[in-house]
């Protein structure tokens, strides 16, 4: 039995739908402009340059539908994302080979400090700051793969208040999700817990205290967050 100085923190963690264990997370990934349509609201080409990622904090997770305005900003934006949730890893994975390594999907929230994440890009500095902040990660139960598959089209959705501000469809995905997995796995040991959010259709924008967002994603369900 290993003595702590101090008491370990909790182990950041996503419910399982229709069940009472829960996924231990590890790691998130996060791919940016990965919607044509996005990257083309964003300011950027489309074409199929390399991907990149960004990571958040495991304890950035929020499942309690709730999600509280955060300080130093005045222009929080929505993300609506498919989440990859890994239940294997490993190093330079084929792409052939990565659909085995999921465990389930699940829908996330990539909350983003816009206004902050903007002086950044300007800046040439990290994004953390407007993307891995407290509770900036709302996120559903996960499904597992066993029981709903390998979704890789179907409608990917946000409404606000009632009304539809983001529509896609995963098949628009720039790379897919095995391409993210194999990516990721050249440069980074991914592993049983990793957790990668596959990217935004078009139609981000910000958010203000009252709000409700329903997320949707055709076979996974909905899910809804509050901004308090
Ligand atoms: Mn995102």
Redesign the pocket.
């Known amino acids: 039995m290993t003595d702590f100085v101090i008491s370990p923190p909790a182990r950041a963690v996503l419910p399982v739908r229709g069940s009472d264990a829960v996924f231990p997370v590890r790691r998130i990934y ?1 791919i ?1 402009r990965n919607y044509a349509d996005h990257a083309i609201e964003m300011g950027h080409d489309p074409d199929r340059e390399p991907p990149f990622f960004f990571q958040k904090n495991a304890d950035n997770i929020d499942c309690s539908g709730k999600f509280p305005y955060p300080p130093e900003t005045a222009d929080v934006h929505f ?1 609506m ?1 498919m989440v990859v949730a890994l239940g294997s890893g490993g190093r330079d994975i084929a792409e052939a080979d990565a659909l085995a390594h999921v465990w389930g999907y699940g829908m996330g929230l ?1 909350m983003t400090r816009r206004d902050l994440q903007g002086v950044a890009k300007k800046m040439g500095r990290p994004w953390e700051i407007g993307k891995a902040f407290e509770k900036s990660a709302p996120m559903s139960a996960l499904i597992p793969a066993t029981e709903i598959g390998h979704p890789d089209e179907g409608a990917i959705t946000l409404s606000v208040n009632g009304v539809e501000r983001q529509a896609g469809d995963l098949n628009q995905m720039i790379w897919k999700v095995p391409e993210q997995i194999a990516y990721l796995s050249r440069f980074y040991d991914i592993a049983a817990g990793d957790i990668i ?1 596959s ?2 259709p078009a139609g981000v924008g910000p958010v203000e205290r009252g709000d409700v967002l329903i997320g949707r994603v055709d076979g996974l369900g909905d899910f809804t967050t509050r901004v308090t």
């Open positions: 996060c940016g993300e994302e990539d959010m990217g935004t």
